[in-house]
């Protein structure tokens, strides 16, 4: 079934990247969106300010249409589409006389049977990091970014509910699976100021400059975020925030699925790059040398590591060393052929290929062998053999 | 001898006010102990007259009057991170935009700018059905009688092919304004 899909205002306007990279990212993953026909405004903000029921009655609009077309699930990359959606859909649920009342409103047939999601949640839940990185054809490696998750991604937690809402975790995934850094700071569920930016510009100044101190104060050498609003202010007023305090800022900031569709190959036109305020090619043309300079660290830190003992002590080390490793191994054996489920759950993750890996190692001792040497000496190539051997299985049984 | 402090509205309008408030924000003031958890976290506390945890104590001691003139239900920028902090479950935040619903139904409003820009905000989409994004910034400077605000970013906007120059409308645009119709003959809810 296809992924209903509702752009939202600000994708024909100023999130027109998030737009076309969002549809990009569709296409990497090979997701087909169907958008709702005829979508109208969710109302943002400006509704639920002024009319509790007006701030019900636009998003169900929407969601009646989606019943209409068939689709279970809407996919609303705007934070505030997204936040009004599921409320109006979470609200109308729980309260049989209101989705009544509401139906009644639109004048239209309402059951709020269809659910909306945000790009975190399509993304890090419906997607998976593991997904991904397996479609990442060029990683972000040498970015440090900060992940902003803003308010509406992450609160309040009963509409939003699958990620932590002082602590999200899931952009960071995703960005971790891009290739790119994801640092560790404070401002992750901090407000931009929203609005304010346009109705209190003295006061919004203030919370975008904090945003953007807080980042690059904690590492971070560009901005993540998964909001057309967040973007607007962080992009767009970013200059005239910094101008405030006089100085001048130039933090990139790029939408979540600018990076994963980047890193899956398209090109900073074809996801909107040049449209930033903030320049924000460079920062991404820089990081092949700054992925170069991190290798060669690492490189050089494995043959420090190596060498460090010296050629002599190394044969009289070295023995010692195999013995160790050998018992390791050993013991690995012993484990797979005792409980296979455990050791097969120490390799992959998801439940269900776990135990197909179970199962086929309780009838293969080669393999077994194969991956207890592995498990002793680097465990994420072991579990990638034994993602492998499970995919092999699958394709045979298929057969 | 004996003083008891009687809490609540004085008047019987200022008690409909507070207990409509709670019904709208579907929360109670009656839990709320003071802590200032919601104050402490609030982003833009240090703009507010009276910030979040004061607001609770004026409704708790029947001081509507006061809570609709206070500048912080317009400034709240509805982040809802007092909502998520709060320990004792209140949703300050409903709260915050229960009373500000509530003082525009009374015509009391501190802030211009902001009820100019819901305003501004919601006329578009009852029009056409969608948000025109450059209309309603054009519109919410004219009507708060700053034309040049933000003027410097018409021209980079539209060279990076972010203003459409005239407002998208929708099919069913008539269906939603007989949504908006319906609402206003309903009144408030």
């Known amino acids: 079934m296809p992924l209903g899909y509702y752009p939202g205002c600000s994708g024909e306007g100023s999130g027109i990247e998030y737009k076309m990279s969002t549809e990009k990212t569709a296409e990497m993953l090979g997701i087909k969106l169907k958008e709702l026909e005829d979508w109208n405004c969710c109302g943002a903000t400006s509704a639920h300010n002024t009319n509790q029921l007006l701030a019900l009655a636009l998003p169900a609009r929407n969601l009646a249409i989606a019943e209409q077309m068939e689709l279970d699930t809407i996919l609303a990359p705007c934070a505030a589409c ?75 937690q009963e509409h939003t509910g699958f990620d932590d809402n002082e602590d999200p975790q899931s952009m960071d995934q995703i960005v971790r699976a891009s290739g790119a850094q994801a640092v560790e700071w404070a401002y992750k569920t901090e407000c931009c100021g929203a609005a304010l930016a346009t109705s209190r510009p003295e006061i919004g100044a203030k919370m975008i400059y904090e945003v953007i101190q807080n980042a690059r104060g904690a590492g971070a050498e560009c901005i993540v975020t998964a909001c057309p609003l967040c973007m607007l202010n962080l992009d767009m007023r970013q200059a005239k ?6 100085e001048k800022l130039d933090m990139p900031v790029y939408y979540l699925t600018e990076l994963v569709a980047l890193a899956g190959g398209y090109t900073q036109q074809e996801v909107g790059i040049p449209r930033h305020f903030v320049e924000a090619g460079s920062y991404l043309d820089s ?113 | 001898m004996k003083q008891t402090l009687s809490l609540g509205a004085r008047s019987a309008e200022g008690q409909e006010q507070i207990a409509r408030i709670e019904k709208e924000a579907h929360t109670s003031i009656k839990l709320c102990y003071q802590c200032g958890k919601c104050t ?20 708790q001691l029947g001081l509507v009057e006061e809570v609709m003139a206070a500048e912080s239900i317009w400034i709240c920028a509805s982040c809802e991170t007092c909502s998520a902090r709060c320990p004792r479950g209140v949703d300050i935040a409903s709260i915050m935009d229960a009373s500000r619903r509530e003082a525009l139904a009374a015509g009391k409003i501190r802030d211009q700018k902001v009820a100019v820009f819901n305003q501004a905000f919601l006329s578009g989409v009852k029009n056409f059905g969608r948000t025109y994004e450059a209309g309603l910034l054009l519109q919410h400077n004219l009507k708060t009688r700053q034309p040049f605000k933000d003027a410097e970013l018409g021209l980079p906007m539209m060279k990076r092919g972010k203003v459409s120059i005239l407002p998208e409308s929708i099919k069913g645009k008539e269906q939603v304004k007989k949504i908006f119709e319906r609402i206003e003959t309903m009144g408030r809810e």
């Open chain 2, 40 to 59: 402490a976290g609030c982003p833009v506390a240090f703009a507010m007259d009276s910030p979040p945890r004061q607001i609770i104590r004026y409704l």
């Open chain 1, 287 to 399: 990081l092949p040398a700054k992925a170069a300079v991190i290798e060669a660290a690492e490189e050089a830190a494995r043959q420090a590591k190596a060498g460090k003992k010296g050629p002599a002590a190394k044969s009289a080390d070295g023995s010692q060393e195999e013995e160790a490793s050998q018992k390791k191994i050993e013991a690995m054996k012993k484990g797979f052929q005792k409980n296979p489920e455990k050791m097969a759950s120490r390799l992959i993750q998801d439940e269900e290929r776990a135990k197909i890996l179970a199962e086929i190692v309780a009838a293969d001792e080669k393999k077994i062998n194969k991956l207890a040497e592995l498990m002793a000496r680097d465990q994420e190539k072991a579990s990638k053999a034994a993602e492998a051997y499970v995919t092999g299985e699958l394709k045979k049984r298929e057969k």
């Open chain 1, 82 to 156: 997204y936040n009004r959606h599921r409320a109006a859909e979470d609200k109308a649920r729980e309260d049989p006389e209101m989705r009544q009342k509401i139906a009644g409103i639109i004048d239209m047939e309402f059951q709020a049977s269809s659910h909306t999601i945000s790009v975190l949640e399509w993304l890090a839940k419906d997607v998976g990091a593991e997904q991904i990185k397996a479609k990442t054809t060029r990683p972000l490696k040498g970015m440090k970014a900060a992940c902003y998750y803003g308010c509406l991604l992450v609160r309040p």
């Open chain 1, 241 to 246: 925030a910094g101008q405030q305090y006089g």
